[in-house]
């Protein structure tokens, strides 16, 4: 039994020896929010991509240092391509995290990254960040309006 209470002494002195000796800040924290990306008309025959861009805004604070914002896959099942839907029709498109459209914007897993910033975060400022979209050309896709949602976590 003397065992069980030094042990039990110990974590509490432990815990008291933290609290004395830690100062007092802010835990940290970070917002997130999103401008939406249209695309426009999509017009069958035209041998152009339809590109479009949206724009991630995330503020942290209380000493946050490294930021890390992925994009779900949405309605698809996958990271490439990922799908908009009208109704039952499918319009196939991606997100990147650049203008020349190479690196697919994720979580991480099935050929995507998440965007990563490490230590470089500025506490109570925004940095804003842009989503790169592209729907390929001469898709065979019925007439309607195509929607996806995809929803952006931050983690840090």
């Keep these: 039994m ?5 042990a039990a002494g110990a974590v509490v ?3 008291i020896l933290l609290v004395w000796t830690t100062p007092a800040v802010a835990a940290a924290s970070c917002t997130i929010s999103t401008t939406s990306m249209a695309f426009g008309t999509y017009d069958v025959f035209s041998p152009s991509d339809v590109t479009s861009t949206a724009t991630i805004t995330y503020r942290c604070a209380g000493g946050a240092k490294d930021v890390f914002v992925t994009l779900s896959k949405g309605q698809s099942a996958t990271f ?3 799908t908009m839907k009208a109704g039952t029709n499918v319009l196939s498109y991606n997100l990147y995290q650049n203008a020349s459209f190479s690196v697919i914007w994720g979580d991480g897993t099935g050929g995507s990254q998440a965007y ?3 230590g470089k975060v500025t506490n ?25 949602t995809v929803v952006a976590t931050i983690d840090f």
């Design 13 to 15: 002195l432990l815990a």
């Design 80 to 82: 490439s391509p990922r």
């Design 116 to 118: 990563v910033t490490l």
């Design 124 to 148: 109570n400022a925004d940095f804003f960040v842009t989503i790169y979209g592209k729907v390929p050309a001469l898709q065979d896709a019925s007439a309607g309006s195509y929607t996806d």
């Design 2 to 6: 003397s065992v069980r209470r030094l």
